[in-house]
């Protein structure tokens, strides 16, 4: 908790200070401190809090903190805690570790993570790094799907569209497209744009819904995958 308060100082906007007398200037090195011992003594929570102070030492002080970072999360990660069995499979995956990222990413989806379970059916789905299996693939997309990861919702539409592992189904492709498209996510948006001026997914050109989606398209920042590792 002192980690916490050092980290952040006397702010209303965190839950843990709202309401208490606190006066304390931010302070990482104390942060750093405090941190640093409870998480010695495996408390999870200071474990990640700590790997994420980290990381933003690294912003902060222009220098790599990354190794630090990665022994926490990993620490975290070991004893249970499913955000950082997603944040350490995800830092395996950018260094091309693929058998531990997949290992991380197994334990997050077995835990409920949902972006996990999208990253998991991406590599079942392609047979990389793992065994091929399209019907693990297939129920993993669908798990996501329903949690609202809208990569998933576009894989799985994709998956419809084309009959692939499934029979073929162009009205739910198209919904899937429609809803993954709310928050912006270009594949999406793109694939709408096409079907518009095409004339495809059962519907009528529609030149101003093309120009629609092409702008939403330019507009946005959520390209290929979603940024963040939101549960």
């Known amino acids: 908790m002192l980690g916490y308060i050092y980290q952040y100082?006397?702010?209303?906007?965190?839950q843990d200070t709202i309401g208490k007398n606190y006066i304390v200037e931010v302070n990482l090195e104390f942060s750093e401190k405090w941190y640093l011992a409870a998480a010695k003594k495996n408390h999870i929570s200071a474990q990640y809090n700590l790997a994420n102070l980290y990381e933003d030492l690294g912003d902060i002080q222009n220098k790599s903190y990354s190794s630090k970072a990665q022994y926490w999360y990993e620490r975290a990660a070991e004893l249970g805690d499913v955000q950082s069995q997603a944040y350490i499979a995800e830092i395996y995956?950018?260094?091309?570790?693929?058998?531990?990222?997949?290992?991380?990413y197994k334990k997050a989806a077995e835990n409920g993570?949902?972006?996990a379970k999208y990253r998991l059916a991406s590599y079942y789905a392609k047979g990389e790094y793992i065994e091929y299996s399209p019907n693990l693939a297939l129920e993993l997309y669908k798990q996501a799907s329903s949690e609202k990861v809208y990569s998933a919702m576009y894989e799985l539409a994709r998956i419809y569209e084309l009959g692939e592992w499934v029979e073929k189904d162009i009205q739910n492709a198209l919904n899937l497209y429609l809803e993954s498209s709310t928050i912006s996510y270009i594949p999406s948006l793109l694939?709408?744009?096409?079907?518009?001026?095409?004339?495809?997914?059962?519907?009528?050109?529609?030149?101003?819904?093309?120009?629609?989606?092409?702008e939403k398209a330019?507009?946005?920042d959520i390209a290929i995958d979603d940024i963040s590792l939101e549960k």
């Open 218 to 220: 330019k507009l946005s």
């Open 93 to 104: 995956e950018k260094q091309a570790i693929y058998e531990k990222s997949i290992f991380w």
């Open 113 to 115: 993570w949902s972006y």
């Open 191 to 214: 694939r709408l744009a096409k079907a518009y001026i095409l004339g495809e997914l059962g519907l009528s050109v529609d030149v101003d819904k093309f120009l629609f989606y092409i």
């Open 9 to 14: 100082g006397d702010d209303a906007e965190h």
